[in-house]
């Protein structure tokens, strides 16, 4: 593979973020059975990542059922898992340079809408590499969701992943579109194809627990200030209200979230008694195709 459209050393620490991811989603995919909490999982595969001196690369999501992103536990949660079907997404990050993949676990016996993402992220994968349109990839996601009897989620897409930053373009559709731009040697790019047997359409929830720095502003509110803080040290990445300090955090990120100093990520989910599988990995383009830095999650067997 041709790493000279990459800046040096990233192509590496792209390559180790995705070791992490993958190492951490094969246990805690395990760990996705009935009873035990949400936030077990989540403190878990957080807690992992740290310990393999990588980077969280944004907070570990858990969507049930209808949900489809940023649905994230809170502090002291004790949701457990049932009879649903969960995506679970984890984001790790070397040096800034960030792996993203995510797997769907179906305790609802739905397999084929599981395997509906999976087989259009396999295609997806296949069409993708330098010089490809991304409408063109998002054709072959959409053929294969279609060819299930389902729709893809198509308001929701993939996207670029660059240093320090988890959503850039290019946006890669899940459906096809006849004027796009090109991948290009050089990007990173995570595919996550959705697919549902509801309407193709997410909206915002009023659930928020997952929070990203807007502006550096100056704030009157001691406790805010704090919080402030705390949120400096995540390297303008997303993070989870539980990663604050407990006493008056979230009063805290209101007045931030009121002052315009940070955006929140309201839970994304398709209609009520709908179900959304997910399947998502991170790809580097090179001049001469692409790298899968997340290869050893999913199987397509």
Not at 219 to 248: C, N, T
Request: glycine content about 10%; aromatic content about 6%.
């Amino acid at each position: 593979m041709s790493e000279s459209a990459f800046e040096d050393g990233a192509v590496e620490s792209y390559r180790e973020a995705g070791a992490v991811l993958v190492e951490t989603m094969n246990e805690a995919r395990e760990m996705v059975e009935p009873g035990r909490t949400h936030l077990e999982v989540v403190e878990w595969a957080e807690d992992f990542i740290r310990e393999s001196d990588a980077g969280i690369a944004f907070p570990v999501n858990i969507s049930v059922n209808e949900e489809a992103s940023h649905a994230t536990p809170a502090r002291e949660d004790e949701t457990t898992f049932g009879e649903g079907m969960v995506c679970l997404d984890i984001g790790v990050h070397i040096d800034g340079y960030i792996a993203d993949a995510a797997v769907t676990v179906d305790h609802t016996g739905t397999v084929e809408l599981v395997e509906a993402a999976e087989m259009a992220l396999e295609a997806a994968i296949d069409e993708a590499g330098p010089g490809v349109e991304v409408g063109v990839v998002g054709q072959a996601i959409e053929d294969v969701i279609r060819g299930y009897g389902y729709t893809p989620v198509l308001n929701l897409s993939g996207h670029g992943v660059q240093r320090y930053d988890a959503h850039t373009a290019p946006n890669v559709p899940n459906r096809g579109v006849d004027r796009s731009v090109e991948l290009e040697p050089g990007q990173a790019v995570a595919i996550e194809p959705f697919a549902t047997d509801g309407r193709g359409k997410v909206g915002e929830g009023t659930v928020e627990e997952i929070y990203e720095l807007e502006r550096e502003r100056s704030v009157r509110d001691r406790r805010a200030r704090q919080a402030l803080e705390e949120i400096a040290e995540f390297d303008g990445l997303p993070f989870a209200a539980r990663w604050l300090d407990g006493d008056g955090a979230d009063m805290a990120l209101r007045r931030l979230k009121q002052s315009n100093v940070i955006t929140s990520y309201p839970v994304l989910k398709e209609a009520e008694g709908s179900l959304v599988s997910q399947a998502e990995h991170t790809l580097l383009i090179t001049e001469d195709g692409v790298e899968v830095t997340t290869a050893g999650i999913h199987s397509f067997d």
